[in-house]
């Protein structure tokens, strides 16, 4: 018989069990409380892809606006330079050669 626990010792075995289930349900309860509905989720998913598909269209605007910024730049300053500068480098180079 002394192998066998007292009721003392059930009591507190079942006590300590007991609390153990306690907080593990406690625990459960604080992670459900933190959990986020998935309406929520789905919402917010939704807005954040709204923002990327936004900032992609500005993203490509942008590269627009750039190839365009160097046509430009091509077509009112570098060949109007060159149609001036193309005779006379045409001039020094024969004139120097003659």
């Known amino acids: 018989m002394p192998d066998e626990p007292t009721l003392g010792e059930i009591a507190r075995r079942f006590e300590d069990r007991l609390s153990?289930?306690?907080d593990d349900?406690?625990?459960l309860g604080r992670r459900l409380d933190e959990?986020?509905?998935q309406k929520v989720y789905d919402l917010r998913h939704e807005a954040l892809a709204s923002?990327?598909?936004t900032l992609e269209t500005l993203r490509e605007k942008d590269a627009e606006k750039i190839v365009a910024t160097r046509r430009w730049l091509i077509g009112a300053v570098v060949m109007p330079l060159m149609s001036v500068l193309l005779p006379v480098i045409i001039m020094i180079v024969r004139g120097s050669g003659a």
């Open 35 to 37: 959990k986020v509905d």
């Open 51 to 53: 923002r990327v598909t």
């Open 25 to 27: 349900i406690a625990q």
């Open 20 to 22: 153990d289930v306690r």
